[in-house]
């Protein structure tokens, strides 16, 4: 029967250790997993959003460039087209001058001619431009009146060369200079009124072009505003996101990042980054708590080995006496003797038990925790070593203290680390006080762990969480054993503070919140 329950035990051993390394695979695979989902998705990097802006904007710009050369052009050709009007007024006002001159007193009749001559050619050279901005009938009619116009002057300069004296005073100049005087003012008001219609065009052409200047310009800015606040928005959102990440595995969750968004980017690579860190520190985490157990168990085993001598002597003796006198006693004193045997028996198997359950390795079970047994098993588990140091534990809990959600044997590991502390701290004959209550808002359990030895010297009560820090003498500790209970209380959403006196003493506090029910999502990305 001893054999079986032995094998059994051993048996349960090897499946929770299988159950540990179970959790620890399965979080690895979710890591994994986590890690092609990121690397799965559309690629639209920073640099892609960058290069993409600038091009936005540089064919912005160059469309505002197309349409300011293109408004220019239409600007100057307005222009040059009131220099020709403004030249062939002038050359037919010109004309007109003479011709009133030839009328008045016989003379400039040759100026005239001269004068719409070069009118008309201005007007022919001009032609294409002339084209662009007025309409055919419009061109053709000033055309032939300039025609009619200097066809006149030709009549009058071949009679004047026939030697006709004063001809301007004859009835056939009078008739002629009614026909002048109509196409001159006919074609000085086509002139002014061509000039007139292209200074309101070109006005207009101005005030379009400020306009377009204006707004290209307002468009612009928002353009370039709308681009840098994406881009800022984006690695700032991102960056803020990082943040938090870091505070949370800083503070020991190590949940790994999956995608939030449709694209990944270089910030996805540093996700990447982070979750094969996560999966370093996870495992390493893991190696380091078990490797810390180890250490305690092999403070609890002096005292176990201690505690074991008494009932290993008991059972010695007795099987002596019943070899020795097995004849001389009765049935009754040998049913003692034996029963006895069964109960230091019983004895030693629980004083190892105690040690197995919590030297084994297990899954992480998060289940609901009374903190209250769970102290008095902890006790329990160290009572060879408070017997040997010769120290008194107080234990005293408020009624009705809430229960937590946790992990009870990584929370039994903490304790123990601290109530080890407590003793390597406590002289002999000492005191320790563990005191539970309820935190102020009432949504927290507080476990003070007190001692009343020499308390930590002000300047390093900064440092005693550090990894490898530890004020006790080489070989004697290895400085882990707060930084890992810190990461395991972490773990459960709570956190671990000292107060410390010189001369008094320390005070160890390990608040934990009453309902902490995992979390089944991860971070996103």
Not at 195 to 224: C, G, N, P, W
Request: charge should be neutral; glycine fraction near 6%; charged fraction near 25%.
């Amino acid at each position: 029967m001893e054999i079986s329950q032995h094998n059994s035990e051993n048996s349960g051993s090897k499946n929770e250790v299988d159950g540990s390394a179970k959790h620890l695979y399965g979080h690895i695979a979710d890591i994994r997993e986590a890690q092609q989902t990121l690397m799965s998705r559309l690629h639209f990097s920073v640099r892609k959003q960058i290069y993409l802006g600038n091009v936005l904007v540089f064919l912005f710009v160059l469309v505002i460039a197309v349409v300011l050369i293109l408004n220019n052009e239409k600007v100057q050709t307005r222009l040059k087209f009131l220099e020709f009007v403004n030249e062939f007024s002038a050359e037919v006002q010109q004309a007109r001058r003479y011709e009133k001159n030839y009328f008045l007193y016989g003379t400039n009749l040759s100026d005239a001619i001269e004068n719409i001559h070069l009118a008309r050619l201005i007007f022919t050279r001009e032609l294409n431009t002339f084209a662009e901005l007025q309409d055919q009938m419009t061109r053709e009619g000033i055309l032939n009146k300039i025609e009619s116009y200097e066809s006149l002057l030709g009549q009058l300069f071949q009679k004047q060369q026939q030697n006709v004296v004063e001809l301007h005073k004859t009835g056939f100049s009078k008739g002629i200079e009614t026909k002048l005087r109509k196409y001159g003012q006919d074609i000085l008001a086509s002139a002014e009124s061509m000039m007139t219609v292209e200074k309101r065009a070109l006005e207009k052409s101005l005030d379009q072009s400020r306009d377009f200047h204006i707004y290209s310009i307002l468009v612009l800015l928002v353009i370039l505003t709308m681009n840098a606040w994406l881009l800022v928005g984006r690695i700032y959102t991102t960056l803020s996101r990082f943040s938090t990440y870091a505070q949370r595995i800083a503070s020991g969750d190590f949940r790994p990042i999956l995608p939030k968004r449709k694209f990944r980017d270089e910030f996805t690579d540093l996700a990447v980054a982070i979750n094969e860190m996560i999966k370093e520190i996870d495992t390493r985490e893991a190696v380091l708590i078990q490797t810390h157990k180890m250490r305690a168990v092999g403070t609890l085993t002096s005292g176990v080995a201690h505690e074991l001598n008494n009932p290993l002597n008991n059972i010695m003796l007795t099987a002596h006496m019943l070899l020795e006198d097995y004849q001389d006693l009765s049935d009754d004193e040998r049913k003692d003797m034996l029963k006895d045997v069964t109960e230091e028996t019983d004895r030693a198997r629980k004083i190892i038990r105690n040690l197995l359950d919590f030297a084994r390795e297990s899954s992480s079970a998060m289940e609901s925790v009374d903190l209250y047994q769970l102290l008095k098993e902890t006790i329990t588990l160290l009572e060879n070593q408070i017997r040997l140091a010769g120290i008194t534990v107080d234990i005293q809990f408020t009624d009705d203290l809430p229960r937590i959600h946790g992990d009870a044997q990584k929370l039994q590991q903490v304790f123990v680390n601290l109530l080890l502390n407590a003793m390597d701290a406590s002289s002999k004959g000492g005191k320790i006080q563990v005191m539970g209550c309820l935190e102020e808002k009432a949504d927290a359990v507080k476990v003070a762990v007190i001692d009343y030895g020499q308390g930590i010297p002000r300047h390093i009560v900064s440092s005693v969480f550090d990894p490898f820090f530890t004020t006790k003498p080489k070989g004697k500790g290895t400085g882990l054993g707060l930084s890992v209970s810190q990461g395991i209380v972490a773990k459960h959403g709570g956190s671990i503070k000292v107060t410390s006196k010189e001369g008094s003493g320390s005070s160890f506090n390990v608040i934990l919140p009453v309902v902490t029910f995992p979390e089944l999502h991860s971070f996103h990305l």
